[in-house]
């Protein structure tokens, strides 16, 4: 196509524009839009053909970039026929919008080994951290003080997942036992859960839109067995056996399958009644060591949102499902798995055991992969000391994030998803804006590796943990 075509399409002053939403469906057919019309007039536009009753803001993005200039202008600097029909995406965007973090609130001493997991409630309102001291500790977000210290466990605390009603705490050992702790009084719920014979690398609840008060549990272990518990009954229900290594992570998904990754670089899903192998999914050429859901910010945080509303009970699993089918829409749950064969793979599981698309250009193991809140981006966090942004729908490669100068352990996203956060080994947390691509805060301050963090459901504050054994809490 040359300048010629493009110049002399613009004397028409429109444009045939075709608006898809993510998963690739048409809002109407093509139409003729004026090319002075930018984000704003779009957003009118969708919101007019959706018929919402309040507006709703929405993102536009062409061949996977956003749009943010008239159309006309885009057409002129990129050399686009105007006689083309334009497809434009349009996705819709939190209405609410979180503060980025750029200062250390408070840096608080008690753990006396590594912390090694951090995870913040669904509601946001209190904090958990595991450490290699063999303890898990409770702290008051108010005052930014140590609340409870948990004595329980005989090994390192790997790892800690909060029931998404609020209401437990769930810890695995280095040794295999789990803990079930009360938060609200940091008391041990009856004696540690044993069975597992071998280091807990993973804790993942049944949905409180399946199951309202929240009391099964998944958990995956080096043994190479997944277990499901009931918090009430303490005790096993169902051993999840099948895979032939370590199985190293755990999802408990929305439409009641569970997940497992292994080093056996399969993954299995499995039902939840009889404990059933459904399908296995396969395609890894090493071990996979993470797993994310599409709908994980919401099956997390159950049926609390941003505003923070308490909901009784028996309002509680429909809050939930509401959120979920929200979040979910009319496409199917995905997921995403990474692995030390450096690649990724987006699936459908429930349509389909072959992958929808294989995630290359990492140049070393892939550590940790992360669903935005919304769905529409996967974070994954690797050993080449990057971090990188893919299309959460289509699987496309979107950016590198560049700066950290040693490996990347976890990232945790803004609950509006537009901001992500990283951890890395080089003692520092990185927080990069999604819109423009770029590095928005370095965020300096341990003395060491930095092993975990996570955002808060709420948006409020950020957490960190690692090896020089404070926690620190960073704010906007």
């Known amino acids: 196509m040359n ?16 608006l898809t939403d993510p998963e690739g469906t048409n809002l109407g057919s093509a139409m003729y839009i004026p090319q002075t019309a930018g984000p704003l007039q779009l ?28 159309v006309g202008t ?14 434009i995406v349009y996705q819709q965007q939190a209405v609410f919008r979180i503060r980025p973090v750029n200062r250390c609130s408070q840096t608080i001493a008690g753990h006396a080994e590594a912390v090694l997991c951090v995870s913040f409630s669904p509601d946001g309102k209190q904090l958990a951290s595991g450490s290699g001291d063999t303890t898990v500790r409770l702290w008051d977000l108010y005052t930014e003080t140590p609340l409870f210290t948990c004595k329980g466990h005989r090994n390192w605390v790997l790892s800690i997942a909060w029931s998404p009603d609020g209401k437990h705490l769930v810890s695995g050992s280095k040794s295999g036992e789990i803990c079930c702790w009360n938060p609200k009084k940091g008391e041990l719920d009856g004696n540690p859960l044993t069975g597992h014979k071998k280091w807990i690398t993973g804790i993942s609840w049944e949905p409180v839109h399946l199951s309202s008060p929240c009391r099964r549990f998944v958990t995956s272990s080096k043994d190479g067995d997944a277990r499901i518990w009931d918090v009430t009954l303490k005790k096993t229900l169902i051993c999840l056996s099948g895979h032939t290594l370590a199985v190293t992570c755990v999802k408990w ?13 399969t993954i299995k899903m499995w039902e939840t009644t009889q404990g059933k192998l459904i399908r296995e999914l396969k395609g890894h050429g090493h071990w996979v060591n993470s797993l994310a859901l599409s709908t994980e910010y919401v099956l997390r945080t159950g049926a609390f949102d941003h505003t923070g509303r308490q909901y009784p009970p028996n309002e509680e699993m429909k809050k939930a499902l509401e959120r ?3 979040t979910k829409g ?17 699936w459908e599981p429930s349509v389909s055991k072959q992958p929808k698309k294989r995630l290359t250009g990492h140049q070393q193991l892939v550590n940790h992969v992360y669903f935005s809140p919304d769905g529409k981006w996967i974070a994954s966090a690797s050993f080449d000391r990057s971090v990188r942004l893919w299309n959460g729908v289509t699987g496309q490669f979107v950016t590198a994030f560049r700066g950290h100068v040693g490996p990347v352990y976890q990232v945790s996203w803004s609950a509006d998803s537009r901001l992500l956060l990283s951890g890395s080994k080089d003692s520092t947390l990185k927080i990069w804006e999604i819109r423009t691509k770029t590095l928005k805060q370095d965020l300096p301050g341990h003395a060491d590796e930095v092993f975990a963090v996570d955002w ?12 020089d054994k404070v926690l620190k809490l960073w704010k906007g």
């Open 3 to 18: 300048m010629e075509t493009s110049q002399a399409g613009m004397g028409n002053n429109t444009v045939m524009c075709l």
């Open 43 to 70: 957003t009118q536009l969708v919101n007019r053909f959706l018929n919402n009753e309040e507006m709703l803001p929405y993102s536009f993005y062409v061949s996977d970039e956003e749009l943010l200039v008239p």
């Open 74 to 87: 885009y057409l002129e600097k990129n050399q686009v026929s105007v006689e083309k029909v334009l497809t």
């Open 253 to 265: 998904g929305g439409d009641g399958i569970i997940y497992t990754g292994s080093q056996d670089c």
């Open 324 to 326: 979920y089918n929200q």
């Open 330 to 346: 009319d496409s199917p749950e995905r997921l995403v798995s990474g692995s030390d064969d450096f690649t990724m793979f987006l």
């Open 456 to 467: 808060s459901p709420d948006g409020e504050k950020v957490v960190s943990g690692g090896k």
